[in-house]
């Protein structure tokens, strides 16, 4: 079977987004001329099954990237959760959410599988220690992004030395990603 | 002894069956050969899309990251804690002393260097006394003295272990056994001279150990430099 799974999610994820922003008439005719040219060519090359296979995965990455590009930017999404009454420090930090979700998943799954190697089985006494190394994890990194961002654009006003500062919106962020992440990993405890 | 019949995960792992007893067995191969998931998979974290995985009871693990299996401010509370967890009444300054850990005890673990991170966190993995102990990745961030000390430390381990990784050399000097892994499925397993044949490290691509160099030039089976040196001595 050519459409794979993921191929056909991201496919009806693209198509409901497109008519959400409004975008399909602009998209349409960008596909069919990026779409059509490159089966003639794979089909000439690698036969009918490859070439709609390669040629839908182009396609998709190429739908995905225009609704990217030509969607709303998050942070139009803190300011329409504004004007609905949200206040703005949790608007905002959905934008932070959005952006470090994945990798703190990965960091909270792999704690998560070093409190069962180490023989914790029960769930709550997981939750209550994975903020520690989480913590801890999240201070390393901001630390190494700090010194990148250093090395990259060196200033009197940018610099790492300088003494680090958690504010509302740090906590606010770190305890909703923590929480959301937590409560979804949690419930995949084979145990 | 653990069991996995036709264990199939995602596009992962496809349709391993593998049999693994006493003693150091090693999964070895590239990036993305499954070496890692099979481990999950074998830890019952990530249940098999299909086959049958028939483990002990007491799986302990040590993963890539070992700063991840600390909770405590400093190395002696965090073994303490690990005594309590396991319901031992051992003391602690005598058990630090056994570990090799006595002069870090106020340190803390997040402190430790990466060797001294990885051997303490396999000791928390072992206090719970497991009855298997999977380790992930053990020689990522290691220099050549705390692969040594780990090299060790592994060999004092009574019950069998399982280690995935791609330092080839580290995985001869170590194991017993030794599982060749590549796009989810397993292309060799057996003696550690009898695997790392020509065909088999072309597939996996991966150069020519140094132990099966000294081996074709000296037809003697030795792990190291060290122990060729001893043996010709």
């Known amino acids: 079977?050519?459409?794979?799974?993921?191929?056909?999610?991201?496919?009806?994820?693209?198509?409901?987004?497109?008519?959400?922003?409004?975008?399909?008439?602009?998209?349409?005719?960008?596909?069919?001329?990026?779409?059509?040219?490159?089966?003639?060519?794979?089909?000439?090359?690698?036969?009918?099954?490859?070439?709609?296979?390669?040629?839908?995965?182009?396609?998709?990455?190429?739908?995905?990237?225009?609704?990217?590009?030509?969607?709303?930017?998050?942070?139009?999404?803190?300011?329409?959760?504004?004007?609905?009454?949200?206040?703005?420090?949790?608007?905002?930090?959905?934008?932070?959410?959005?952006?470090?979700?994945?990798?703190?998943?990965?960091?909270?799954?792999?704690?998560?599988?070093?409190?069962?190697?180490?023989?914790?089985?029960?769930?709550?006494?997981?939750?209550?220690?994975?903020?520690?190394?989480?913590?801890?994890?999240?201070?390393?990194?901001?630390?190494?992004?700090?010194?990148?961002?250093?090395?990259?654009?060196?200033?009197?006003?940018?610099?790492?030395?300088?003494?680090?500062?958690?504010?509302?919106?740090?906590?606010?962020?770190?305890?909703?990603?923590?929480?959301?992440?937590?409560?979804?990993?949690?419930l995949l405890l084979p145990f | 002894m653990l069991i996995l019949e036709d264990v199939w995960y995602k596009d992962i792992i496809k349709g391993i069956t593998l049999k693994i007893g006493q003693g150091i067995t090693a999964l070895i191969g590239p990036n993305g050969a499954g070496k890692t998931t099979l481990l999950k998979i074998i830890t019952g974290v990530l249940k098999p899309d299909k086959g049958r995985v028939i483990r002990p009871k007491k799986v302990g693990a040590s993963w890539q990251n070992p700063y991840y299996s600390f909770y405590k401010p400093t190395v002696r509370s965090e073994v303490e804690f690990a005594l309590k967890l396991a319901k031992k009444n051992i003391d602690v300054d005598e058990y630090l002393e056994e570990i090799g850990f006595k002069h870090l005890a106020n340190q803390s673990p997040f402190r430790l260097s990466m060797g001294e991170a990885r051997i303490l966190s396999i000791n928390l993995a072992l206090v719970w006394d497991p009855e298997i102990l999977l380790i992930d990745e053990p020689t990522s961030g290691l220099d050549i003295f705390e692969k040594k000390k780990l090299a060790q430390k592994l060999r004092e381990i009574k019950i069998p272990v399982i280690i995935a990784s791609h330092d080839i050399d580290f995985v001869i000097e170590v194991s017993d056994k030794v599982v060749v892994m590549s796009n989810g499925t397993i292309i060799a397993h057996g003696n550690v001279f009898d695997v790392f044949n020509d065909k088999v490290l072309r597939k996996i691509g991966f150069p020519k150990p140094l132990a099966i160099k000294l081996y074709e030039i000296t037809g003697i089976k030795v792990r190291n430099i060290e122990e060729l040196l001893s043996k010709i001595k």
């Open chain 1, 1 to 186: 079977m050519i459409f794979y799974g993921k191929i056909l999610f991201v496919l009806i994820l693209c198509i409901g987004l497109a008519i959400l922003f409004k975008l399909v008439k602009r998209i349409i005719p960008l596909l069919l001329w990026l779409g059509i040219p490159t089966f003639i060519i794979l089909s000439l090359l690698f036969g009918i099954k490859e070439s709609i296979d390669t040629t839908l995965r182009i396609v998709m990455i190429a739908f995905s990237a225009i609704i990217a590009f030509t969607s709303p930017k998050p942070y139009h999404v803190a300011y329409v959760a504004n004007k609905l009454g949200i206040p703005p420090i949790i608007g905002f930090s959905q934008l932070y959410v959005l952006r470090l979700l994945q990798i703190l998943n990965d960091a909270l799954r792999e704690a998560i599988y070093a409190a069962i190697g180490r023989g914790i089985r029960s769930r709550l006494k997981i939750i209550t220690l994975l903020p520690i190394p989480l913590l801890v994890h999240t201070i390393d990194i901001s630390v190494y992004l700090a010194e990148a961002l250093y090395i990259k654009y060196p200033s009197k006003t940018r610099s790492w030395i300088e003494k680090a500062y958690i504010g509302k919106l740090d906590i606010v962020v770190f305890l909703y990603i923590t929480i959301s992440t937590l409560a979804y990993n949690i």
